[in-house]
């Protein structure tokens, strides 16, 4: 990220990887809170590209699966995927805006061709490493890194015509506090790095970060950021359609960003489950603005 020229923002408005509505409206309420203007405000090009079109016919129910709306969720990931890809083509770093957060099959699926040993850090509450077996929804927006690991429908695995789009041990999940038990055996499984609550409280968020940039810095040649709005605590961030309380402070995820864009390793990111319907005056898309400040190199003094 040293050296970034132009940073071109894609919507994805989807609301279709869960049933909870709202979050269809995160990337315009993200874009009324000023994202283009405070990432221009720091010398940076910003090319805003739209939004993805979103297929709205689409069937809850399919006959041989329980993943809600499996079809419409595959489509918006391919549109993402090809959009993605092109941006970084461009030579610009692609920043997306949520959306639930099933558009990181999308996502992962455009910007993982460009790179043999992509990393991926996964700030959430939640592991989204649920699959249609393990799923006590059927929500696909509790699947996306489970998906992007090669497991899971074919429909969602293989978008853009390859899997795995990343390797389990380049994967780091910071501020996980609610996961399945199919989750917790496949963590173990896979042996993927993962910073608890219980982690981040105990070592602090200094302390994770230096571990999680050191811990990819060499084996990858790129670092994807997915962070879910939830991954905050609803105190900071209550506009999200899945709180879990007891999450990372607003100052600790600043510390974070600030610490990830002066590693200068994050290649790629997405910003996603912004719900303002379930949100108070914007507050929790006007905190995702302010980290993306810090992500991209605003600084206090």
């Given at each position: 990220m040293?050296?970034?020229?132009?940073i071109s923002i894609?919507?994805?408005?989807m609301?279709?990887?869960q049933?909870?509505?709202?979050?269809?409206?995160?990337p315009?309420a993200?874009?009324?809170?000023?994202?283009?203007?405070r990432?221009?405000?720091l010398?940076i090009?910003?090319e805003?590209?739209?939004d993805?079109e979103i297929?709205r016919?689409?069937?809850?129910h399919?006959?041989?699966?329980n993943?809600k709306?499996?079809?419409?969720v595959?489509?918006?990931?391919l549109?993402?995927?090809?959009?993605?890809?092109?941006v970084?083509?461009s030579?610009?770093f692609?920043?997306?805006l949520?959306g639930?957060?099933?558009?990181?099959?999308?996502?992962?699926?455009?910007?993982s061709k460009?790179?043999?040993n992509?990393?991926?850090?996964?700030?959430d509450?939640?592991?989204?490493?649920?699959?249609a077996e393990?799923?006590p929804t059927?929500?696909?927006?509790?699947?996306p890194l489970a998906?992007?690991?090669?497991?899971g429908?074919?429909d969602?695995?293989?978008i853009y015509?390859?899997?795995?789009?990343?390797?389990?041990?380049?994967?780091?999940i910071?501020?996980?506090r609610?996961?399945?038990d199919?989750?917790?055996?496949?963590?173990k499984?896979k042996?993927?790095k993962?910073?608890t609550m219980?982690?981040?409280?105990?070592?602090g968020?200094?302390?994770?970060?230096?571990?999680?940039?050191?811990?990819?810095k060499?084996?990858?040649?790129?670092?994807?950021l997915?962070l879910d709005l939830?991954?905050?605590d609803?105190?900071?961030?209550?506009?999200?359609?899945?709180?879990?309380?007891?999450g990372?402070?607003?100052?600790?995820?600043?510390?974070a960003?600030?610490?990830l864009?002066?590693?200068?390793?994050?290649?790629s990111?997405?910003?996603v489950?912004?719900?303002?319907?379930?949100?108070?005056?914007?507050?929790?898309?006007?905190?995702?603005?302010?980290l993306m400040?810090?992500?991209?190199?605003?600084k206090l003094?």
């Amino acid at each position: 990220m040293a050296k970034l020229n132009k940073i071109s923002i894609i919507g994805v408005p989807m609301d279709l990887g869960q049933l909870r509505r709202g979050v269809d409206m995160g990337p315009s309420a993200i874009r009324y809170a000023g994202v283009k203007e405070r990432l221009e405000a720091l010398e940076i090009e910003v090319e805003d590209c739209g939004d993805i079109e979103i297929p709205r016919e689409h069937s809850v129910h399919s006959k041989d699966t329980n993943l809600k709306n499996l079809k419409a969720v595959a489509d918006a990931s391919l549109n993402l995927a090809e959009k993605v890809d092109e941006v970084i083509q461009s030579g610009s770093f692609p920043l997306v805006l949520g959306g639930d957060h099933s558009i990181a099959i999308g996502t992962l699926a455009g910007t993982s061709k460009h790179y043999k040993n992509l990393g991926v850090i996964w700030y959430d509450a939640h592991g989204d490493l649920n699959t249609a077996e393990t799923s006590p929804t059927g929500n696909i927006h509790g699947m996306p890194l489970a998906v992007s690991l090669g497991i899971g429908h074919s429909d969602l695995t293989d978008i853009y015509g390859y899997a795995p789009k990343v390797k389990p041990e380049n994967i780091v999940i910071i501020g996980a506090r609610s996961l399945d038990d199919g989750e917790k055996e496949l963590i173990k499984e896979k042996g993927m790095k993962v910073y608890t609550m219980h982690e981040v409280d105990r070592l602090g968020m200094t302390k994770v970060i230096e571990e999680t940039v050191d811990y990819l810095k060499e084996k990858t040649d790129g670092v994807h950021l997915s962070l879910d709005l939830d991954g905050l605590d609803p105190n900071d961030a209550p506009g999200v359609g899945t709180p879990v309380i007891g999450g990372i402070s607003y100052r600790e995820s600043h510390l974070a960003m600030e610490m990830l864009e002066e590693s200068g390793i994050i290649t790629s990111a997405e910003f996603v489950e912004v719900n303002p319907i379930l949100d108070e005056k914007n507050k929790t898309a006007s905190v995702a603005v302010a980290l993306m400040g810090s992500l991209f190199g605003e600084k206090l003094l």
